[in-house]
């Protein structure tokens, strides 16, 4: 079982920056993949980033160039770098952790708002 937590949410002006964390609670952090997603008003969830446990990363096309995600397998933590937000960036975040290889995200964490004004 694995216990994800995230922080760092909040409120950005446009072209502002954020760092979201997700701590995740287990010994075994350092296998599986990590993901963050992100859900606006009224929308699906979408894929915003993923890292594996070599720090092979992707990125949505809405992230890419501007969104930088990391991890710590020593902190349990993983990051979200988001520089340059856009107000179409407002949405709440998710923590994913998915078992390698990765066919779906078994755990996810509660969320936290990104609110980016214009």
């Known amino acids: 079982q694995v216990q994800l937590a995230e922080s760092g949410g909040g409120f950005v002006q446009a072209g502002g920056s954020l760092r979201l964390s997700c701590a995740a609670s287990?010994?075994?952090?350092?296998?599986?993949?990590m993901g963050w997603f992100r859900q606006a008003p009224g929308k699906e969830r979408e894929f915003v980033a993923d890292?594996?446990?070599?720090?092979?990363?992707s990125y949505s096309n809405a992230a890419k160039g501007r969104f930088t995600i990391s991890r710590d397998n020593v902190k349990n933590t993983v990051y979200l770098q988001m520089n340059s937000l856009k107000p179409e960036d407002t949405a709440v975040y998710y923590c994913?952790?998915?078992?390698?290889?990765?066919?779906?995200?078994?755990?996810w964490g509660q969320g936290t708002q990104v609110t980016v004004s214009s």
């Open positions: 994913a952790a998915g078992r390698a290889p990765l066919t779906k995200y078994d755990y």
């Open positions: 287990g010994r075994t952090f350092g296998t599986y993949v």
């Open positions: 890292i594996t446990w070599r720090d092979t990363t």
